[in-house]
């Protein structure tokens, strides 16, 4: 099956700073969704990116499908932004998609 | 993503006990999924139901039973579970491959399930 890894697997930010997360996927993949996992467990669609780059409040993201990798920019980092992000591939089978998740890179923003 | 509701949100069960967990969407969808999540893991895929009909199984164990009513609708059966079994249970759904072009998948908040 398709392998996602993503790095790096942990990182400690104090707030205020910056930070990039990435994803790099085996194959050619139909979609690539970014996911933040908070600490009560509630997975949070961050942004749906199979090409090109998208921008939402403090947040982008940036997808190279030819090149198989995506990438998270996070600025300006606040202490709710602790947590697991991950990325996660899909592939059609027939009708449906089968979303494979990455390692995930596990985020703590300290005062 | 609350959009898609799951119940309940905690279960403790015995290793002889029968429950279901459930889950319901509002949005139209005719793609619906279980992942399970161990802790410190990601999710994996389970099932897939499009079109409310079983289109994946990823070779999960039998104790583990689900059943898509109509389109709104994911159950999932358990009964003999063991510990191991205890983890996150996260429902999704998405408009199936094809409608409208590429959709994400939305997920519920899970079940968090207890096996003793």
């Known amino acids: 099956g398709i392998q996602v890894e993503q790095s790096p697997p942990d990182l400690i930010l104090q707030e205020g700073a910056n930070s990039t997360l990435r994803c790099n996927f085996s194959?050619?993949?139909?979609?690539l969704q970014w996911f933040h996992q908070n600490p009560w467990g509630q997975l949070i669609n961050l942004f749906y990116?199979?090409?090109g780059t998208k921008q939402n409040g403090r947040l982008s993201a940036t997808t190279v499908a030819t090149e198989r990798y995506s990438l998270l920019y996070i600025s300006s980092s606040q202490t709710t932004d602790s947590g697991v992000y991950f990325c996660a591939v899909g592939r059609y089978t027939g009708t449906a998609s089968k979303l494979t998740f990455g390692t995930g890179t596990r985020l703590q923003v300290t005062l | 993503d609350t959009e898609v509701t799951q119940t309940p949100k905690h279960l403790v069960m015995g290793m002889t006990n029968k429950k279901s967990l459930k889950c319901e969407q509002h949005?139209?969808?005719?793609?619906m999924y279980w992942y399970k999540q161990k802790a410190k893991k990601p999710p994996e895929l389970m099932f897939v139901?499009?079109?409310?009909?079983?289109?994946i199984n990823e070779s999960v164990p039998s104790r583990f039973s689900p059943e898509c009513p109509n389109s709104s609708l994911l159950n999932l059966h358990l009964h003999a579970l063991q510990p191991e079994d205890s983890a996150l249970y996260l429902c999704a759904s998405s408009q199936p491959t094809g409608v409208r072009g590429n959709q994400p998948q939305h997920f519920g908040d899970g079940t968090r399930l207890s096996i003793l």
């Open positions: 949005m139209g969808h005719r793609a």
């Open positions: 194959d050619s993949v139909n979609n």
């Open positions: 990116i199979p090409s």
């Open positions: 139901y499009s079109y409310e009909k079983l289109s």
